[in-house]
């Protein structure tokens, strides 16, 4: 695991990594907001190719379903050679209720979609790629799930943002 400051160059060269490394799908989680700090779109549009707009307008439009605050969110989605990288909102619980909307249709991705297990965090961006079928993410994520609140959690508390591996 890798955990680096909120610094656009660096959250771009995590996931250009990514992509270079072959990953199929890329989740981030965080840095999506209104603050100075939230600059996980910028990253992410710096890196992709095409857009793929449906998936996060999808989660805003789910977002919405529970919280008025689900409109704030700036995410992106779009495709970087065959990756897929998606940015969630920071929030465990919106996670939880957002991922479901998507993993139904990941298995019609153009990219044949996630053989490759990788995961890292760039600031507050966590970068997961989960090995396996669209059925074996649908299966583990709810596994995975719990461990993203403590990551999220860790990566918000002070000096949570600190190098390790």
Same mark, same amino acid.
């Given at each position: 695991?890798?955990?680096?400051?909120?610094?656009?160059? *660096?959250?771009?060269?995590?996931?250009?990594?990514?992509?270079?490394?072959?990953?199929? *799908?890329?989740?981030?989680?965080?840095?999506?907001?209104?603050?100075?700090?939230?600059?996980?779109?910028?990253?992410?549009?710096a890196?992709?190719?095409?857009?793929?707009?449906?998936?996060?307008?999808?989660?805003?439009?789910?977002?919405?379903?529970?919280?008025?605050?689900?409109?704030?969110?700036?995410?992106?989605?779009?495709?970087?050679?065959?990756?897929?990288?998606?940015?969630?909102?920071?929030?465990?619980?919106s996670?939880?209720?957002?991922?479901?909307?998507?993993?139904?249709?990941?298995?019609?991705?153009?990219?044949?979609?996630?053989?490759?297990?990788?995961?890292?965090?760039?600031?507050?961006?966590?970068?997961?790629?989960?090995?396996?079928?669209?059925k074996?993410?649908?299966?583990?994520?709810?596994?995975?799930?719990?461990?993203?609140?403590?990551?999220?959690?860790?990566?918000?508390?002070?000096?949570?943002?600190?190098?390790?591996?």
């Open positions: 695991m890798e955990v680096v400051p909120d610094d656009l160059a *660096l959250i771009e060269d995590r996931l250009r990594h990514f992509v270079d490394g072959g990953l199929e *799908l890329v989740f981030t989680t965080g840095g999506t907001g209104f603050t100075p700090n939230d600059i996980t779109p910028e990253a992410t549009r890196v992709i190719d095409r857009d793929a707009p449906g998936f996060a307008e999808a989660m805003r439009a789910e977002s919405l379903k529970h919280t008025p605050l689900g409109i704030l969110t700036r995410g992106v989605s779009g495709i970087a050679g065959k990756t897929l990288i998606v940015n969630f909102p920071g929030s465990p619980k996670i939880d209720q957002l991922f479901g909307v998507l993993a139904p249709t990941l298995k019609h991705t153009p990219m044949g979609i996630l053989t490759r297990g990788v995961s890292g965090i760039a600031g507050r961006t966590l970068i997961v790629n989960f090995p396996g079928s669209p074996a993410v649908r299966e583990s994520f709810p596994v995975v799930a719990p461990t993203l609140r403590h990551v999220v959690d860790t990566l918000r508390s002070p000096g949570g943002s600190r190098s390790s591996h």
